[in-house]
């Protein structure tokens, strides 16, 4: 699946990428600079520029350096033209932990602003202006100053998933349901980001009011992903698993995958094995693409040239969120699963929500039976 990132390097051990639409940012800001000031200006803007996002990096890992204090690894930093975003690999199961992962962030921009403050000049709102095209190191360092104290502001807006309103969430969270603390959350985060995007939008500020559209979408997303792993929580991949393996094996043709497909009643991609264990994934929309590419029938096309080596497997007892933790790089639709190193069935990613909907109604269902039963003979 295509990120749309590029890796660059590590810091701290955590991967740091970079999206391609950020090729934007230089773009324009040599431009600008080299506009107003020629060659000289197109360099200190650029300059500026690499300090900003060293500042985004810094924040980022305020965060995920005090998330690997509780246990929760970083998967990337991705940085995009609208800023960067720490990617962990689950999320706080504690209010207090959540608090404290977040708010290190805008700390991390305010002591970068104090340690700042010694060698800057003092700045007012009317020479504020003469510093949007650096043109020295003492322009960079005025503009990293403001910069820095725009940026801790800014991210405590109660807009989620910003910071700030992260914090809200993580506060509601200490008296009620981190599902239901979410929905306030986002809700009025949503609310907030829609009314400013269109505030922006009446003013013809593209950029801001893009950036909070963005975030909307971004806050309706998180809610939609703590919902899922409030309903996946605490049950296991075995009660999801079909045990029905279809036996196609790498040497069998296209034509005799199509026939497989065909006898579903719910078509997914298909597992390929072989001596009793999965060796690769025949997705659906591979299989018609080569079916539509080939030159040749696909009688005569062997399904080892069409499916996926590259694949991650469960293990039964393993947790079913653990879905939820995937790189999105590599998740996949179809999971081979195995009780320790025997193949006992596959699980579809796709039907998984609806079946565990169901589940946790009937656990709720069952419930007040219990504990009824259980007030009668007290």
Same mark, same amino acid.
């Given at each position: 699946?295509?990120?749309?990132?590029?890796?660059?390097?590590?810091?701290?051990?955590?991967?740091?990428?970079?999206?391609?639409?950020?090729?934007?940012?230089?773009?324009?800001?040599?431009?600008?600079?080299?506009?107003?000031?020629?060659?000289?200006?197109?360099?200190?803007?650029?300059?500026?520029?690499?300090?900003?996002?060293?500042?985004?990096?810094?924040?980022?890992?305020?965060?995920?350096?005090?998330?690997?204090?509780?246990?929760?690894?970083?998967?990337?930093?991705?940085?995009?033209?609208?800023?960067?975003?720490?990617?962990?690999?689950?999320?706080?199961?504690?209010?207090?932990?959540?608090?404290?992962?977040?708010?290190?962030?805008?700390?991390?921009?305010?002591?970068?602003?104090?340690? /700042?403050?010694?060698?800057?000049?003092?700045?007012? &709102?009317?020479?504020?202006?003469?510093?949007? /095209?650096?043109?020295?190191?003492?322009?960079?360092?005025?503009?990293?100053?403001?910069?820095?104290?725009?940026?801790?502001?800014?991210?405590?807006?109660?807009?989620?998933?910003?910071?700030?309103?992260?914090?809200?969430?993580?506060?509601?969270?200490?008296?009620?349901?981190?599902?239901?603390?979410?929905?306030?959350?986002?809700?009025?985060?949503?609310?907030?980001?829609?009314?400013?995007?269109?505030?922006?939008?009446?003013?013809?500020?593209?950029?801001?009011?893009?950036?909070? &559209?963005?975030?909307?979408?971004?806050?309706?997303?998180?809610?939609?992903?703590?919902?899922?792993?409030?309903?996946?929580?605490?049950?296991?991949?075995?009660?999801?698993?079909?045990?029905?393996?279809?036996? /196609?094996?790498?040497?069998?043709?296209?034509?005799?995958?199509?026939?497989? &497909?065909?006898?579903?009643?719910?078509?997914?991609?298909?597992?390929?094995?072989?001596?009793?264990?999965?060796?690769?994934?025949?997705?659906?929309?591979?299989?018609?693409?080569?079916?539509?590419?080939?030159?040749?029938?696909?009688?005569?096309?062997?399904?080892?040239?069409?499916?996926?080596?590259?694949?991650?497997?469960?293990?039964?007892?393993?947790?079913?969120?653990?879905?939820?933790? /995937?790189?999105?790089?590599?998740?996949?639709?179809?999971?081979?699963?195995?009780?320790?190193?025997?193949?006992?069935?596959?699980?579809?990613?796709?039907?998984?929500?609806?079946?565990?909907?169901?589940?946790?109604?009937?656990?709720?269902?069952?419930?007040?039976?219990?504990?009824?039963?259980?007030?009668?003979?007290?």
């Amino acid at each position: 699946m295509l990120d749309w990132s590029i890796s660059l390097f590590r810091v701290f051990g955590i991967r740091l990428e970079l999206h391609l639409s950020f090729a934007i940012l230089p773009a324009y800001f040599g431009y600008q600079g080299l506009k107003h000031a020629g060659t000289t200006g197109a360099l200190w803007s650029l300059a500026f520029l690499c300090v900003v996002f060293a500042c985004v990096v810094l924040h980022e890992l305020g965060h995920s350096l005090t998330a690997r204090q509780f246990g929760i690894r970083t998967q990337r930093i991705l940085l995009m033209p609208i800023g960067g975003m720490a990617q962990f690999e689950s999320l706080p199961d504690k209010p207090r932990t959540e608090l404290l992962i977040t708010i290190a962030g805008p700390l991390v921009n305010f002591a970068l602003a104090l340690l /700042l403050l010694p060698f800057c000049e003092p700045v007012t &709102l009317a020479n504020v202006e003469g510093l949007a /095209l650096p043109m020295s190191l003492s322009d960079i360092l005025n503009l990293a100053l403001i910069f820095n104290l725009s940026m801790g502001l800014f991210n405590l807006l109660p807009v989620f998933p910003m910071d700030g309103g992260r914090i809200l969430r993580s506060t509601l969270s200490f008296f009620m349901r981190p599902l239901k603390a979410t929905y306030i959350a986002s809700k009025l985060g949503g609310f907030l980001a829609g009314f400013l995007a269109i505030l922006f939008l009446l003013n013809f500020q593209l950029l801001p009011a893009a950036l909070f &559209l963005f975030i909307f979408y971004a806050g309706e997303t998180e809610y939609k992903v703590t919902r899922q792993f409030e309903l996946f929580r605490e049950l296991p991949v075995a009660r999801f698993v079909d045990g029905n393996i279809e036996q /196609l094996s790498p040497d069998q043709s296209l034509a005799d995958a199509a026939r497989v &497909l065909g006898a579903m009643p719910y078509p997914r991609d298909l597992i390929i094995t072989d001596s009793g264990h999965a060796v690769g994934i025949l997705e659906i929309a591979k299989l018609e693409k080569t079916a539509e590419r080939a030159k040749r029938p696909l009688t005569d096309t062997p399904i080892a040239a069409a499916m996926n080596r590259a694949f991650l497997t469960l293990q039964s007892a393993d947790p079913l969120d653990t879905l939820l933790t /995937l790189p999105k790089s590599k998740r996949q639709q179809t999971f081979p699963v195995y009780e320790y190193a025997r193949l006992v069935g596959i699980l579809d990613a796709r039907s998984i929500e609806p079946r565990a909907y169901w589940e946790r109604q009937a656990a709720k269902n069952r419930a007040p039976e219990i504990s009824t039963e259980s007030c009668d003979t007290t």
